[in-house]
């Protein structure tokens, strides 16, 4: 059964009150840091990131890690030096550091040998208040794949206590960020919107799909020298309140979607249908139209089978909102 999960996000051309909103993410552009990196698998040097697997053998996850930071602070070492490195040659978004972590590994269908950095969030999140994520992306000129699948999950508790070795961590991200990523020489916005049910305390990054959700393409050929999963670097990761509101404006839309979440179809309710409000349009997140129709009744019944699982905006008449699917 498809299963898609709609959340309701009003936007307004008019009445903004647009406020600055403190990043929650702690470090979140991996600047700061204890020591220099000068091997791989030493995340924990970044300040307050870590790497939510445990190896069998340690208790620690400041010892034996896996997961990757890349700073310029020391030069003497080419392994995880910026912007060179073992894994090729990229400057940081901003500043001198970011994080590397293997996304897939085309082993065990897929499954094998995933890499996540975590992060304790500088307050807790507050039940019903949105949440902006962002943050930018690059796949490593070594790295043999890419794919189509960038998450990210909010837990009350770090996920270090349900993963102790390096698989799939078996939890299902708030965001999820559908689109093949394979340039390496930029770096790629991966945003998204969440709504808090206010017990949020940490923020994981990676890729929580099984292999074969994973969309993985071969990027090099086997005589190009590669390391043999999808391998990418995270820079200027931020979490911010929603601060644009739009109250007054808010109280004029009539409109509902619903149910949420939705299981194979919405129900719009609409009880002005006349003149522009007729028109509903639902879009991908690339701009294509998927579903075009217009409202001719108080309440319109809406199949969704024939959308793949993934992330849609709606458009109402004159007027714009937007409803964010996830899986």
Same mark, same amino acid.
């Given at each position: 059964?498809?299963r898609?999960?709609?959340?309701?996000?009003?936007?307004?051309?008019?009445?903004?009150?647009?406020?600055?909103?403190?990043?929650?993410? #702690?470090?979140?552009?991996?600047?700061?840091f204890?020591?220099?990196?000068?091997?791989?698998?030493?995340?924990?040097?970044?300040?307050?990131?870590?790497?939510?697997?445990?190896?069998?053998?340690?208790?620690?996850?400041?010892?034996?890690s896996?997961?990757?930071?890349?700073?310029?602070?020391?030069?003497?070492?080419?392994?995880?030096?910026?912007?060179?490195? =073992?894994?090729?040659?990229?400057?940081?978004?901003?500043?001198?550091?970011?994080?590397?972590?293997?996304?897939?590994?085309?082993?065990?269908?897929?499954?094998?040998?995933?890499?996540?950095?975590?992060?304790?969030?500088? =307050?807790?999140?507050?039940?019903?208040?949105?949440?902006?994520?962002?943050y930018?992306?690059?796949?490593?000129?070594?790295?043999?794949?890419?794919?189509?699948?960038?998450?990210?999950?909010?837990?009350?508790?770090?996920?270090?206590?349900?993963?102790?070795?390096?698989?799939?961590?078996?939890?299902?991200?708030?965001?999820e960020?559908?689109?093949?990523?394979?340039?390496?020489?930029? !770096?790629?916005?991966?945003?998204?919107?969440?709504?808090?049910?206010?017990?949020?305390?940490y923020?994981?990054?990676?890729?929580?799909?099984d292999?074969?959700?994973?969309?993985?393409?071969?990027?090099?050929?086997?005589?190009? #020298?590669?390391?043999?999963?999808?391998?990418?670097?995270?820079d200027?990761? *931020?979490?911010?309140?929603?601060?644009?509101?739009?109250?007054?404006?808010?109280?004029?839309?009539?409109?509902?979607?619903?149910?949420?979440?939705?299981?194979? *179809?919405? =129900?719009?309710?609409?009880?002005?249908?006349?003149?522009?409000?007729?028109?509903?349009?639902?879009?991908?997140?690339?701009?294509?139209?998927?579903?075009?129709?217009?409202?001719?009744?108080?309440?319109?019944?809406?199949p969704?089978?024939?959308?793949?699982?993934?992330?849609?905006? !709606?458009? !109402?008449?004159?007027?714009?909102?937007?409803?964010?699917?996830?899986?």
């Amino acid at each position: 059964m498809l299963r898609i999960t709609l959340k309701i996000v009003f936007a307004f051309c008019l009445f903004f009150n647009n406020v600055s909103a403190q990043n929650l993410v #702690p470090n979140g552009s991996f600047e700061n840091f204890t020591n220099c990196p000068n091997t791989f698998g030493q995340i924990y040097r970044a300040d307050d990131w870590f790497q939510p697997h445990k190896y069998p053998w340690s208790n620690s996850v400041t010892f034996c890690s896996s997961s990757d930071y890349y700073n310029s602070c020391d030069d003497s070492t080419s392994f995880v030096s910026v912007p060179t490195s =073992q894994n090729g040659y990229q400057f940081a978004h901003t500043g001198t550091a970011y994080a590397g972590i293997c996304y897939y590994f085309f082993l065990q269908n897929g499954n094998a040998f995933r890499e996540y950095i975590e992060i304790k969030l500088s =307050q807790t999140l507050v039940a019903n208040k949105k949440y902006n994520l962002k943050y930018y992306v690059s796949l490593a000129n070594r790295s043999r794949w890419s794919i189509t699948r960038f998450d990210a999950h909010l837990s009350n508790d770090s996920l270090l206590h349900s993963s102790t070795n390096l698989i799939k961590i078996p939890v299902t991200p708030q965001f999820e960020y559908y689109g093949r990523i394979n340039d390496t020489l930029n !770096w790629v916005q991966v945003a998204g919107s969440y709504t808090a049910i206010g017990t949020e305390n940490y923020l994981t990054l990676g890729n929580f799909h099984d292999g074969i959700d994973s969309d993985s393409m071969q990027e090099l050929p086997p005589n190009v #020298p590669q390391f043999g999963f999808a391998y990418y670097y995270i820079d200027d990761v *931020s979490l911010v309140e929603d601060t644009i509101t739009g109250l007054e404006e808010e109280r004029k839309i009539s409109l509902q979607v619903y149910p949420n979440p939705s299981y194979e *179809s919405i =129900q719009v309710f609409n009880p002005n249908v006349t003149g522009s409000n007729k028109l509903f349009k639902i879009v991908d997140q690339f701009g294509l139209e998927r579903i075009n129709t217009a409202l001719l009744l108080e309440t319109t019944i809406i199949p969704l089978q024939s959308l793949p699982v993934g992330v849609y905006y !709606w458009k !109402w008449g004159e007027e714009m909102g937007k409803i964010v699917v996830i899986k």
